[in-house]
């Protein structure tokens, strides 16, 4: 399964939101519907609280504050729990530290591949047991590729934790992988790719962008693979990464809910620490090298509107306490697109009319670097010109005359409060502990980021605003739309859902 196509993350929302949104809207699905490749990042805006709350939008009281446990097996695999008894459910999920940022040229795709094999049965169980078991259970489950890791879970009764353990840990080392299973299922990421990039136009803007943006990162690789690599891949090209990453030193393991830490470890203990350690190979520094000019390129494909989209190359938060330019780029990113009182929707959408839709977005936090997004799509009379010169200048405002205090106080308020709405979620506990730890940082620096925002300055923002938003590290992709033909695919391809 995939998130909603948007080019870029919302804000800390970057972080968090974004993964919330790629999970949280398939909490429901059935557990025989496993898998989705982060391709695309989803809506830049994160949640809102509701005004008046309806009993099913919140059907629990506010998540109580507990201390979070947190040991780590002799293995290397770090055990994180957040109890959260007002349910008598669980979220049991595995994250790994590994995504298409690890992969090397030739290889584009296996970390996804590889996601989808991860059902296909173990030592112990056969093809499409472990999601028969779950399903029976009345649990759900999902899996998911990034960037920057690679993630499992599933969402069921508390009584079924250590069930779901060792079909988890089981996989974790007895992963069966053969290549009449393999065959089958590379068509089936193959056609994935080219349900949600070749024929979506926006996708393919997107996966340019990057391509354009990024000399030497991984990051230039979309996580779906480039098709010429899908087409020439071998099992033993997912057995590699298997064997290489998939290790207990390479995972973390987040238990929330009705569970207690101290629970929770013995089974660990039973589980996943009976799993031995091997050494992780060695990930050498691809540094990305300086951009010393705008950056242009055009894609040609069946779409009905125009788009551009712009990403700016600015720093990325690696010191929470230490760093000041991100939380202001994050802060700047949400008074451009934070809501529909956004400047961007407020200034072009339903001031001045020049574009039908307009938005902005910054990945605070991930392994690899980071770029600031602006995009938008032309309203009728006007072209992408007029739309990339707009967006531009709503920034070039900021640069200029600030923002007013008024205004940043009610963006950080709204900020604040979608992030501690966030929290009401059992699932989104779960990722906003998993994603901090997998991509370096400690799930307890999640208040202190809170707070770093609430510190930031109108001055902060009009000098980032000042500082990052020249040509010299612009790329700009737009987006020339082609006539579309009747035969363009409306509906997921068959087996995408596996």
């Known amino acids: 399964m995939s998130p909603p196509l948007r080019p870029f993350r919302p804000p800390f929302a970057s972080l968090l939101f974004a993964i919330l949104a790629l999970v949280l809207p398939f909490a429901g699905a059935p557990a025989q519907a496993q898998g989705q490749a982060v391709t695309q990042a989803p809506q830049p805006r994160p949640p809102q609280p509701p005004s008046q709350p309806s009993a099913a939008a919140a059907p629990l009281a506010p998540a109580p504050v507990t201390p979070v446990f947190e040991r780590t097996l002799p293995n290397g695999m770090k055990v994180i729990v957040k109890e959260d008894h007002r349910a008598p459910t669980v979220v049991h999920l595995v994250l790994y530290r590994v995504g298409s940022i690890d992969e090397v040229n030739g290889r584009t795709g296996v970390a996804h591949a590889l996601e989808h094999m991860m059902f296909k049965g ?33 969402q ?31 068509r089936v990421v ?17 996966e340019q962008l990057m391509a354009s943006a990024f000399v030497t990162s991984p990051y230039r690789t979309p996580t779906a693979g480039w098709m010429s690599d899908l ?9 590699d990464w ?38 992780l190979p060695v990930r050498k520094p691809q540094r990305e090298p300086e951009q010393r000019g705008v950056r242009r390129s055009w894609v040609k494909a069946q779409a009905e509107n125009p788009y551009v989209i712009m990403g700016f190359k600015v720093p990325k938060l690696e010191d929470v306490e230490r760093d000041v330019e991100p939380y202001a780029l994050e802060v700047l990113s949400a008074v451009l697109d934070a ?9 072009l959408v339903r001031g001045t009319r020049v574009a039908n839709r307009a938005g902005a977005g910054y990945d605070m936090s991930g392994r690899g670097p980071t770029l600031f997004m602006l995009d938008g799509t032309p309203a009728a009379g006007r072209n992408t010109e007029e739309v990339e010169r707009a967006l531009r200048d709503e920034v070039a405002r900021i640069a200029r005359d600030g923002v007013r205090p008024e205004e940043l106080e009610r963006i950080k308020t709204q900020y604040v409060a979608s992030r501690i709405y966030q929290r009401d979620s059992v699932m989104s506990q779960a ?24 510190a930031v300055t109108a001055e902060q923002v009009q000098a ?35």
């Open 339 to 347: 809501d529909e009182n956004g400047r961007l929707t407020r200034d």
């Open 431 to 454: 990722m906003e502990i998993g994603v901090l730890e997998v991509i370096g940082m400690s799930h307890r620096d999640a208040d202190r980021i809170l707070e770093r925002i609430r």
């Open 156 to 186: 069921i009764g508390a009584r079924h934790l250590s069930e779901m353990m060792q079909l988890e840990a089981d996989r974790m080392v007895n992963l069966r992988l053969t290549a009449e299973e393999f065959d089958k299922e590379i």
């Open 242 to 279: 298997y064997r290489d990453w998939y290790t207990p030193s390479n995972a973390v393991l987040v238990v929330a809910g009705d569970v207690s830490g101290e629970a929770v470890w013995r089974l660990a203990e039973r589980t996943y620490g009976r799993i031995p350690a091997r050494a």
């Open 122 to 154: 173990t030592k112990k169980i056969g093809p499409g047991e472990f999601s028969r078991r779950v399903a029976e259970r009345g649990g759900r489950e999902n899996a998911f590729t990034s960037r920057d890791y690679t993630g499992y879970y599933q």
């Open 231 to 239: 087409e020439s891949m071998k099992v033993d090209d997912l057995k």
């Open 190 to 206: 193959m056609e994935e790719r080219r349900w949600r990039i070749e024929d979506r136009a926006q996708s393919q803007v997107y």
């Open 464 to 498: 980032v605003a000042q500082k990052y938003f020249g040509d010299d590290a612009l790329t700009v992709v737009t987006l020339l739309p082609q006539p579309i033909s009747n035969d363009a695919p409306k509906r997921p391809p068959a087996g995408v859902r596996h």
